[in-house]
């Protein structure tokens, strides 16, 4: 398994005594949709964290010994050329934001997609209109809703938001 260990934070797999506690931060979405198939999979992919796999390699965010939050590069010979990741992160609790560990896991990350995985460019992207940006989310992972199959799903309050637009007469 591999560990990517900076000055404050360490990019670890997940444990397995752990992915109970991180399944929901992770797959909020599918628990409340009931998806259990969908749970399974998420599940397999918290098991395979920290290795690479044909696509992705994902690992938790440890800071000061407890876990924070998450990171994905993803490639994939189907969506992008050859040596080019995509970056995804989410820090699970408001107070853990503004504090550095997203500029320090992005870091992390992308220097050892350049130094062990080949990568030759990384994508990333800071949110300048978060509306449009979630109309064009395919997976969840706009910290405060997620944008899915099943509607739109507020992450704090753990349940799918009903969406009115009101226009003025």
């Not at 949110?127 to 940006?133: D, E, G, I, M, Q």
Request: aromatic share 8%.
């Amino acid at each position: 398994m591999t560990q990517v260990r900076g000055d404050g934070l360490l990019l670890r797999g997940v444990g397995p005594e752990e992915i109970e506690m991180v399944l929901p931060r992770v797959a909020p979405v599918e628990l409340a949709a009931g998806d259990e198939v969908a749970v399974a999979r998420k599940r397999a992919r918290l098991e395979r964290s920290g290795e690479r796999t044909e696509w992705e390699i994902w690992f938790a965010i440890e800071a000061g010994g407890r876990l924070v939050g998450d990171i994905q590069g993803r490639c994939s010979d189907a969506a992008m050329p050859p040596g080019v990741w995509e970056l995804g992160i989410e820090l699970w609790n408001e107070g853990d934001r503004g504090r550095g560990y997203g500029r320090e896991a992005c870091a992390l990350l992308t220097s050892h997609l350049f130094e062990a995985e080949g990568a030759i460019r990384s994508l990333g992207c800071e949110l300048t209109s978060p509306v449009l940006s979630i109309a064009f989310s395919v997976l969840p992972t706009i910290p405060a809703y997620g944008l899915t199959d099943f509607g739109l799903y507020d992450v704090a309050a753990g349940e799918f938001v009903d969406v009115v637009l009101e226009t003025a007469p």
